[in-house]
């Protein structure tokens, strides 16, 4: 499970969706309660 770091996310990532992009990934996901879209680059190790 991805969990949001900043409190106004909310307490967990919903709805999420990987897209990729010129070989980069980024998650986009909805938070504060489902009122707003965010997307994060995700760094693969």
């Not at 998650?27 to 309660?33: A, Q, V």
Request: hydrophobic share 40%.
């Amino acid at each position: 499970m991805v969990r949001a770091e900043e409190d106004w996310e909310g307490d967990v990532v919903h709805d999420s969706y990987v897209l990729k992009e010129n070989g980069q990934l980024y998650l986009f996901y909805t938070c504060w309660e489902e009122d707003a879209i965010a997307v994060a680059k995700l760094h693969c190790e």
